[in-house]
């Protein structure tokens, strides 16, 4: 999952991948990404949401083992002078790819698999906010397809956090997780805490 402000997926989490035949995996995401863990103050400077389309998945193997499609909800708050916390939270879909090894890494995707992902991250970003941002700061910003192939190349992917903040910018992702479900027991959990099961 990109889980990062850039269109680079970041590794997956370090962990043994759990047997998909285990009791059900669960991840308590609304909890981590409750409005009250940033700590803001006044309403939202950023209260969005993005449809994205053709999103490369990263796992455990270091391969791209999917393309995801899913509506992304983005609100940020003025934590300081310069500083700011993000909520993002996703709910879509996800496609496996043919011949790529499971997120899990236990064995090689047909092609058939397929199911929802829900999650998202915590942000945290310290710089100076456009005075004209290049996105609207509130409602819907469209559809964006980011176009990425098995390889990782993903042509038309766009960085959220470049639409509103000036060069020279830091960003930091102190939580970040998803759960991906494939019916029954096969369930993926990509987290920083470590990732549990496989979607086959």
């Not at 053709?54 to 002078?81: C, E, H, P, V």
């Not at 509130?138 to 176009?147: A, C, F, H, I, M």
Request: aromatic share 12%.
């Amino acid at each position: 999952m990109i889980a990062s402000a850039s269109p680079k997926v970041p590794a997956a989490a370090v962990g043994q991948a759990a047997s998909p035949s285990e009791a059900a995996f669960h991840l308590d995401f609304g909890e981590q990404l409750a409005a009250s863990n940033c700590n803001g103050t006044g309403a939202p400077v950023v209260n969005i949401t993005e449809k994205i389309a053709n999103d490369a998945d990263s796992g455990q193997a270091g391969n791209y083992w999917g393309l995801d499609s899913f509506n992304r909800t983005i609100q940020m708050w003025k934590t300081g002078a310069n500083s700011y916390c993000a909520m993002v939270k996703y709910e879509g879909k996800f496609a496996g790819i043919a011949g790529q090894r499971s997120p899990g890494n236990t064995a090689t995707l047909t092609g058939s698999e397929a199911g929802v992902i829900t999650g998202g991250y915590k942000a945290t970003i310290t710089g100076t906010l456009m005075s004209s941002p290049l996105w609207k700061t509130s409602g819907s910003v469209g559809t964006v397809d980011y176009q990425c192939d098995s390889a990782g190349n993903c042509p038309g992917a766009i960085s959220w956090t470049d639409q509103y903040f000036s060069p020279g910018y830091t960003f930091d992702q102190p939580w970040w997780g998803w759960i991906y479900r494939a019916g029954g027991n096969k369930v993926w959990v990509n987290a920083v805490t470590g990732n549990q099961g496989d979607i086959i």
